[in-house]
């Protein structure tokens, strides 16, 4: 319901028609470059999960978690939350694996890795390039509202930690936190696996970047690197909130406050982000063709089991490939070492 608000405020404020001037600005180029920078960042995002996957003990052939990825990206794409895809993923792959509680953590894992490395691009580019700074700056909070959202955070912390110590499921929690620590040390800060994740996250997010820049170039946005690859990272940071419709709401809203602050438009700011999620939903349309084909193929499946009278055994996953084996140095990807 929070994306949808934000929709509207700011339909209201800018109407319909700077989204739909923004949508019809998109031509054959920049959909066959969305394509192309999706493809990288689809294969860079796969095995990274890879990497992570096995660092937590599962088996990933790159094949089928590229498959598994392109499907995720599509169904966040195009249902609310934008984690619904990265859900399914974790439980498909689980499932698949025989454990679906490694398999959830191994994407909160990957997945986060992803954040990180976000947010520490956009720390370091806050505080070394000036415009940034200063575009920040004007949208910082006042000194009494940023304190009491600090207290506010403060005393959630604070009632989080004595309910995992002292509440009724503690236990519980506390079992779930050491099973995540330990994946944690094995999926991201084993010696096999973060500099790897590493590499790859910044990778992705280059390309995320210059998938933004290709929005922003589309609907005339023109601005210089050292000012335009702040705001990408304000705006992908934003699309990471937890109130989105499918990837909309925050998004557009911080890249109007940020163009803005930036000595841009605010209508520039819009314009560049609905573009991007445009171009962003294009790029995951290889995954509804992959959703198809895992459809077809259970289709099939059952209608082969209900011939056999329930007699047939359970068909592997042909998108996916996953075993339920323990990986092996010999399925791991060049340049990268099996533990």
């Known amino acids: ?10 339909v209201w404020w800018f109407s319909a028609g700077a989204f739909a001037g923004a949508l019809l600005a998109i031509d054959g180029r920049a959909l066959a470059a969305a394509l192309a920078v999706g493809l990288a ?11 992570v996957a096995r660092g937590v003990g599962l088996r990933l052939p790159l094949p089928g978690a590229v498959a598994d990825y392109y499907r995720a990206l599509f169904l966040n794409a195009v249902l609310p939350g934008g984690v619904l895809g990265d859900v399914h993923r974790g439980v498909a792959h689980g499932r698949r694996a025989g454990d679906v509680g490694r398999g959830v953590r191994a994407v909160v894992l990957e997945r986060g890795a992803g954040q990180a490395v976000l947010i520490a691009a956009g720390a370091a580019v806050l505080l070394t390039v000036p415009p940034a700074w200063a575009a920040a700056g004007r949208l910082m909070l006042p000194g009494p509202q940023a304190a009491v959202w600090a207290a506010v955070a403060a005393a959630a912390a604070g009632a989080l930690a004595a309910w995992v110590r002292w509440g009724s499921g503690a236990r519980r929690v506390r079992c779930a ?5 330990a994946d944690l040390r094995g999926g991201l800060l084993s010696r096999a696996s973060w500099p790897g994740v590493l590499l790859l996250s910044a990778a992705v997010l280059a390309g995320h970047v210059a998938l933004f820049a290709v929005a922003a170039h589309t609907v005339g946005a023109e601005a210089p690197p050292s000012r335009l690859i702040p705001l990408a990272l304000f705006a992908l940071l934003a699309m990471g909130l937890p109130v989105n ?3 909309w709401g925050p998004r557009e809203a911080a890249s109007a406050a940020a163009f803005a602050a930036a000595g841009l438009t605010a209508g520039q700011g819009l314009a560049a982000s609905v573009a991007y999620g445009a171009l962003a939903l294009a790029a995951s349309l290889p995954g509804a063709v992959f959703l198809l084909l895992c459809a077809a193929s259970r289709r ?3 209608q082969v089991t ?3 009278g329930g007699r047939s055994a359970p068909v592997s996953d042909e998108l996916s490939g996953a075993r339920r084996s323990a990986p092996t140095a010999h399925d791991a990807p060049a340049g990268v070492r099996a533990e």
């Open 1 to 10: 319901m929070g994306g949808l608000a934000v929709l509207a405020v700011l």
């Open 41 to 51: 960042t689809t294969v860079l995002s796969a095995w990274r999960w890879r990497i």
């Open 177 to 181: 936190l050491s099973a995540f620590a």
């Open 245 to 247: 419709v499918a990837g």
């Open 300 to 302: 099939d499946h059952d």
């Open 306 to 308: 209900r011939a056999d």
